[in-house]
């Protein structure tokens, strides 16, 4: 009793030294489920928001945020929401080209705004041509293919749409342009000159050589120098002396899903924006290695207590090339990913209209097929 009594009293009283055992293992034990729950939450969150390129792969490429998929999280489509987190922030815009961002939308969103800039936004475009005369060495049917192709500086909004069968156009729906360009010698060429340019007169047809013919009060419509086409320096043919060409050609209102040549952009794509993260620091040479495996601008190396540091400048800059999984060393201390929602549109204007007008355009289109859609709901419901 008295040996027992002892250890008793040497261990500190009975069974005491057990319940901080016992309590550092609980506390041991949260502390990993605290640590998953975050990591599994980060994956979720990772999961959600961005599309992760790998060294063979590419990872979270289908949108997964619909209802009920994940527990906790509410995604519903709420207007409100939508309102707050939706946002469109030009970034350049000149005369021909326009890059903006479109925050807060889907990938289908963002792919219908594209389809209808390339498809469904209406321009002027040469539709018919009467050939009087074509002795060059361009047969009528390729002549005629390239007079299609030529961009119209012609404001679409302002004709109608020709009916279908309808042989002679009027001033609503119609425009109409003369060529008519003979070749012949110059007679104060040089008698050992070689150049064609000294040679002949008119021996390149430009788009310069286009004269628009007015129809009705289209002349008192529309100022001297509006109607023409968007650049006077396209090459139509060639000729040599005595060869001509005189056609008449009608220009009528159309979209680029009955023929690319009514398509009003030159390009229209987008990208999701670049998100590049440092997963560790990144020092000394191994910085302006990192550096030199993106596009310039996006990896920034600078001075930081006397030593070179990594550190990520503009994202937005990079292509992802991957050229960084390339290099055994550095590809860990990177993860490449997209915003799912962030995307960079690209709009370049055959000179048509300006892009703004098109982007502005192409809204305007798809507003018009959601009310359509919903007129067809309505009937579906009434009947």
């Known amino acids: 009793m008295e040996q ?47 599309v992760v390129l790998g060294e063979f792969g590419v990872r979270n490429v289908h949108t997964t945020d619909f209802p009920g998929n994940y527990a906790g999280y509410d995604d519903a489509w709420d207007q409100d929401r939508f309102e707050k987190n939706f946002r469109v922030d030009v970034v350049h815009m000149d005369e021909n080209s326009l890059e903006f961002d479109m925050v807060g939308i889907d990938a289908a969103i963002a792919n219908a705004f594209r389809r209808i800039l390339l498809a469904e936004v209406p321009t002027m475009a040469v539709e018919k041509v009467l050939v009087y005369n074509n002795t ?61 340019n000294e040679l002949y007169v008119n021996h390149k047809v430009y788009t310069r050589h286009m004269t628009w013919v007015p129809l009705g009060n289209q002349a008192d419509v529309f100022p001297e120098g509006t109607i023409r086409p968007v650049h006077d320096d396209i090459l139509i043919a060639q000729l040599r002396p005595g060869q001509e060409i005189d056609l008449l050609m009608h220009c009528v209102k159309g ?13 229209a794509s987008y990208r999701l924006l670049p998100d590049i993260t440092l997963l560790e620091p990144v020092e000394g040479e191994a910085a302006e290695e990192l550096s030199q495996c993106f596009s310039p601008g996006v990896i920034e190396v600078q001075e930081v207590q006397g030593k070179k540091v990594a550190r ?25 990913a997209r915003v799912r929602d962030h995307y960079i549109f690209s709009v370049e204007s055959t000179g048509v209209l300006p892009p703004d007008v098109l982007v502005s355009e192409a809204i305007k289109v798809l507003m018009g097929k959601c009310r359509r859609f919903l007129d067809e709901l309505d009937a579906v419901q009434m009947d």
């Open 312 to 336: 990520v400048a503009n994202p937005r800059l990079d292509t992802f090339s991957r050229e960084i999984f390339r290099n055994e060393k550095l590809k860990k201390v990177v993860r490449l």
């Open 4 to 50: 027992r009594l002892a250890i008793f009293n040497a261990s500190g009283g009975g069974g005491l030294p057990q319940r901080p055992r016992t309590t550092t293992r609980t506390h041991a034990r949260l502390k990993v489920s605290w640590r998953f729950k975050m990591a599994a939450a980060q994956a979720v969150e990772e999961m959600r928001g961005r």
């Open 255 to 267: 979209i680029g899903k009955d023929h690319a040549k009514f398509s009003p952009v030159a390009t």
């Open 136 to 196: 060059s060495i361009v047969q009528d049917e390729i002549l005629a293919h390239r007079l299609g192709l030529i961009p119209i500086h012609a404001d679409p909004r302002l004709f109608e749409y020709r009916n279908q069968g309808d042989e002679e156009g009027t001033e609503i729906d119609t425009l109409q342009f003369r060529l008519q360009v003979r070749c012949t010698r110059n007679p104060q060429a040089a008698k050992d000159s070689s150049d064609p």
